[in-house]
C-alpha cells in the first residue's frame, strides 16, 4: 500500500516542504530508512542522519530548520514525536489483526460470570464465577480470570495473563502476556523455632484506567486493602511489585525495577530500570529515581532526582561517582602528602638539633 | 458480620482492656483504620498511630504500656502480629472461595497419572505421565505437571504454575502463578569456533515441605543430582534460583535476588530484595545478605551481615557508603592540603635563601 | 543400566587409565559422588576432590597429571567438560521423555496454520492463523503461538511461552516456560497534561537458528523492524531485552540482565548476572559486563572488560572497590594530616613571634 506526502500531511495535520507526490509505503528508522520508506526525526542529536537518509519523506517539527539541503520531502507538525506516534497508531489499526470477537472453544466461562458486548475470549481462557468482563474487552488464549474479578471496558489481557481473585482492572488498560496480579504479599511472622508463619493476604489489587502493564510483572495483592496502580500508569516488563503498594497517577517505571511493601510514589515519578525501592516510603511528586539505584529514605521534595545505591540527591551522587573512579590516585596524593609531611617533621627536627647543636 | 472485642479475645487467646462488647466487623492497618475495624500495633515505631487511630478494637503485645490514654478497646496477646496473623488465617479460611474440589473440564490428565483424594484439578490443566497427586492438592487452571512429578498432600499449585518432568513438590508447599520449576539450569561448553554447547542438563528439583515460592520464579533442575529447596523456605517473586543450589530450612529470600550455580545457603539465611550471589560458594547458617547486594565470597561464620557490592561486613560497608557521599568534600581538603604543603616548601625555601642572603 | 570404564571411553574416544572394567551405573558430581558413579575434573581448583572422591570413574583431560596417587579409574579425553557433556548428551537422549508426537487434544490449531511433519503439539497449545511450524518442532502444553508466526525445524517450545504474532523463530531453538516474545516495546510520549501517549509497537522479534531462552525472559517486540537475537545466542532467565535491540552471535547474557532499547551487542559478548544496560548503545565484539554492572557508554574496542555502576575498565574499577574499602581509613589519615598541619601553622606562627620578640 502506498501514500503520498501530501496525503501523509493531510493524515496528521502537517504541511508539506518538497514534493507533495514523493511516495512511501513503509515506517522505518530514520538511521536504516531506504527509498520509499517514511520516518522521523525527534531528537536534534540525530539531525545528521537526516543528511544521510535514503528515506522519501520524513516528519519534523514545525521549530526545525535544516542546516544544510535535505533531500527526502519533509512533513512539519507541531511535535515530529507526537506526529509520527499518531501515524503508527494509525497504521496499527489499519494492519491490526487484533480486532478479534468472539468466544473462542474450549474456553471455560463461570455460568455467574457476565460477559459485555462485542468481547473477545480466546481458547483456553478461564473465567472464574462471578467475573464481570465489561464492553470490548479482549481476553486472550489461556488467560485466568479468577472469581469476582472486574474488567472494564476496552481492556486488553495478552495471552497467558492471570489476575487472582477479587481484582479489579479498569478501562482501556493494557496487560501483557505472563503478568500476575493479585499474588500473595510476601508476609510471614517469624516464629521462635526458626520457622516462618504464614500472614494471610486478603485484600486484593486495584487497576485503573489507562494503565499499560510489561509482560511478567507480578503485582502482590495487600494484606489489607488494596495494592492501587493509579490513572495512566505505565510499567515496563519483569517489575515487582510488592503488598500494599500505590503507584500515583502516570507514574513510568522501566523494567526489572522493585518497590517493596507499603511504599507510596505520588504522581509523574519515573523510576529507571533496576532500581529498587525499600518498603513503607512516601516518594513526593516527580520523583525521580535513576536506573539501579536503591532508595532508602522518603523523598518530601517534588521533582526530587536520585541516584545510587543508596540513593541520595543526582548531582552530588554523580560528583561522587566521579571521584570514586579517581580513587586509586587520591590515595597515592594522600601517600605523597604523608611522606611529604614525615620529612618536612624529620628536617624541622633535624634543624632543631642543628640550631640546639 | 460482626464481632465483639471478648469474641475476638476468646479466638486469640488474648485478654481485653476496655469495653468488652465493641463491635468490629472489618480488618484493617492502624493508619487507615476507620470506627468499626479491628487493627493490630506490633511495631513500637508506630505507636503514634494508636493514640490517633478510629479503630474500635487493637491487638497489642502484652508487654506493650501505653504512654497516653487510648480510645480503643485494647486485645493483649503474647505477641501481637502472630496474634493478628492467627485471626487474619481463621478470617481467610472463614471467607476463602479456596475450598475447590474435583476436576474441571476441559484438563487432560495423563492415564497414568494418580490422583489422590479430595484434589482440585482446574481447567486447562495439564498432568502428565506417572504424575503422582496426593490428597487435599489443589492445582489451579492452566497449570503444566511434567511426566514423573510427585506433589504431595495438601500442596497448592496457583494458575499457570510450570512444573517441569521428574520434580518432586513436598506437603503444604504453595507455588504461585507463573513459576517455572524444573527449567534447564544453564550451562553450555564454548568451542573454539565461538559457539556454545549445550550441557545436557538430567538432574531435577526438589521442593520439600512448607515451602513457599512467589510469582514468576524461577527454579532451574540440576546438571546432575537435585537442586534442592529445603523445608519452610520463602521465596518471594521474579527469583531466579540456579541449577544445583540448595537452600537451607526457612532461609527467606526477597524478590527479584538472583542465587548462582551450585551455591548453598545454610539454614534461616535472609537475602534481600535484587541481591546476587555467585556461583559455588557456601553460606553458614543465619547468614544475612542486603537488598541490591552482590556476594562473591563464602561466608563462614554463622549469622554474619554483609551488604555492598561486591558485599563485605555491613558495619563497615555502612562507613564507607557514608564517606563515598563526601568523596568531593575529601578531594577538596585534600587540594587544600597539597597547596598549604606547597606555599610552605615554597616558604621554607624563600627563608632558606633569606638566611642565606 | 551398568557400563564399564572401557566402554564409556569408546563412547567419547577416550583413554583408559586403571581398571577398564570398573563399572558405573550413573553421572554424578566428584564432590558428591558414590562408588558406581562417573564424574569429570576439568577445573584445575576442584583437582582435590579427585583424591578423595568415591567415585569409580573419573573424566579428566589429557594435560592433567595427578599429583598423587588417584583410586578412581581413569578416562583421558583432549577436553574433560567438553566429553563429559557429550556422555550427558547420549545420556539424555537415552532417558529422554521428550520425544513426544502427535496432536494432543484439546488443542486450538487454526485452519490457516501450517504443521510439518513429526511436530507435537501439546494439549491446551494455541496457534494462530497462518502460523508456520516447521518439522520436527515440538510445542508443549499451553504455548501461545500468535497468527503468522514462524517456528522453523527442531525447535523445542517449552510449556507456557507466549509468541505474539509476526515473529521469527529459527531453526533447532530451545524456548524455556514463561517466556514471552514479541511483547510491545516500552514506547511511550510524553504528554502536555502529564499522561503518556502510547507510540504502537509494530514491528516483530526475529530470533535465529540455535538460540537458547531461559525461563520467564520477555524480548519486546520491535517499535519498527526487529529485535533481532542472532544464532547461537544463549539467555538465562528473567532476562529483558527491550525493543529494537540486536544481539551478535553467541553472545552470552546471565539470568535477571537487562539491555534497554536499541542497543546493539557485537559477537560473543558475555554480560553478567542482573547487569544492566542503557539503551542506544553499540557494544564491540567480545564486550564483557560483569554481574550486577551498570553501562550507559558504548564500547568502541573489542574484548573489553567492564565492571561497576557505573561501569568502567575492569582492572581500574577493581582497584576503587579495593579502597572504597578503606575509605574510613583514609579519611582517618586525611584529618590525622590535616591536624598535623595545623600543628605546623601555628609552631610556625609561634616561631615568628618569638623570632620577632
Known amino acids: 500500500m502506498q501514500f503520498t506526502a501530501i496525503q501523509i500531511a493531510t493524515l496528521i495535520q502537517g504541511k508539506v516542504e518538497g514534493n507533495p507526490d514523493a511516495i512511501v509505503s513503509n515506517l522505518a528508522k530514520i538511521e536504516e530508512a531506504k527509498e520509499g520508506d517514511l520516518c522521523f526525526l525527534a531528537n536534534p542529536k540525530y539531525e545528521d542522519h537526516l543528511y544521510n537518509t535514503k528515506a522519501s519523506v520524513v516528519i519534523v517539527s514545525t521549530s526545525f530548520e535544516p542546516k544544510q539541503a535535505v533531500k527526502p520531502t519533509l512533513i512539519k507538525v507541531a511535535d515530529a514525536y507526537s506526529g509520527f506516534a499518531l501515524l503508527l497508531e494509525k497504521y496499527n489499526e489499519f494492519v491490526s489483526q487484533s480486532t478479534k470477537k468472539g468466544i473462542e472453544e474450549p474456553s471455560y466461562i463461570s455460568k455467574s460470570a457476565c460477559l459485555g458486548q462485542n468481547v473477545y475470549i480466546g481458547a483456553f481462557a478461564y473465567i472464574g ?7 470490548n474487552v479482549q481476553i486472550y488464549p489461556g488467560c485466568y480470570i479468577g472469581d469476582n474479578v472486574t474488567v472494564k471496558a476496552g481492556s486488553t489481557i495478552h495471552p497467558g495473563v492471570r489476575i487472582y481473585k477479587g481484582c479489579s482492572i479498569g478501562s482501556k488498560v493494557v496487560i501483557h502476556s505472563g503478568c500476575v496480579i493479585g499474588s500473595d504479599g510476601f508476609g510471614f511472622a517469624p516464629q521462635k523455632d526458626g520457622t516462618y508463619k504464614k500472614i494471610p493476604q486478603i485484600g486484593n489489587v486495584v487497576i485503573e484506567d489507562e494503565v499499560e502493564i510489561g509482560a511478567n510483572t507480578t503485582i502482590d495483592r495487600a494484606t489489607m486493602g488494596s495494592t492501587v496502580i493509579k490513572k495512566g500508569v505505565k510499567l515496563d516488563n519483569l517489575i515487582q511489585i510488592a503488598h500494599n503498594v500505590e503507584l500515583g497517577e502516570n507514574t513510568v517505571i522501566a523494567a526489572q525495577a522493585g518497590i517493596s511493601g507499603s511504599t507510596k510514589l505520588g504522581k509523574n515519578c519515573i ?18 529515581i535513576n536506573a539501579q539505584s536503591g532508595l532508602s529514605k522518603s523523598v518530601a521534595t517534588p521533582n526530587t532526582a536520585l ?51
Do not use: C, W
Open 129 to 135: 464465577d462471578n467475573a464481570q468482563i465489561a464492553d
Open 307 to 357: 541516584t545510587g545505591s543508596p540513593a541520595y540527591d543526582y548531582k552530588s551522587s554523580l560528583k561522587s561517582q566521579a571521584i570514586f573512579r579517581n580513587l586509586p590516585e587520591i590515595n597515592q596524593r594522600l601517600q605523597k602528602l604523608e611522606e611529604m609531611m614525615q620529612e618536612f617533621i624529620e628536617a624541622t627536627n633535624n634543624k632543631k638539633h642543628s640550631d640546639l647543636a
Open 271 to 288: 523510576v529507571g530500570g533496576q532500581a529498587g525501592i525499600v518498603g513503607h516510603l512516601h516518594l513526593a511528586d516527580g520523583t525521580r
